[in-house]
């Protein structure tokens, strides 16, 4: 089993930014891929950004391409998403996730963390 938990999260000005972190606890994750996903009130779960297990392979939604950076130090079983320049329409529940063959879908990631608020005001 795989605890993943979300930090990070809060309100921001439309063009601040801030850094989610997610820790990662239970067995080790340093061998799978992990992804971050977001939530508005409302709407389906969507991918927000991936990386894998070695961190050489990222990939972003292209709502966030430009503006938001993926890193994971697996020495500290931890991954972050850095967010700037965030808008409007970059608030939602933030959620990590890791475990399974990992890809842009929700359904390919077998542990999720609780989800941390991010808001953005105009």
């Known amino acids: 089993q795989v605890q993943l938990v979300e930090s990070g999260g809060g309100l921001v000005q439309a063009g601040g930014s801030l850094r989610l972190t997610c820790a990662a606890s239970?067995?080790?994750?340093?061998?799978?891929?992990m992804g971050w996903f977001r939530q508005a009130p409302g709407k389906e779960r969507e991918f927000v950004g991936r990386?894998?297990?070695?961190?050489?392979?990222?990939y972003f939604a292209d709502s966030v391409k430009g503006r938001f950076t993926i890193s994971r130090d697996n020495a500290k079983s931890t991954m972050y998403l850095q967010m700037d320049n965030l808008k409007p329409e970059d608030t939602a529940v933030y959620y990590c996730?890791?475990?399974?063959?990992?890809?842009?879908?929700?359904?390919?990631?077998?542990?999720w963390g609780q989800g941390t608020q991010v808001t953005v005001s105009s």
């Open positions: 990386i894998s297990w070695s961190g050489t392979s990222i």
């Open positions: 239970g067995r080790t994750v340093s061998t799978y891929a």
């Open positions: 996730a890791t475990g399974g063959y990992g890809s842009n879908l929700p359904k390919s990631y077998e542990y």
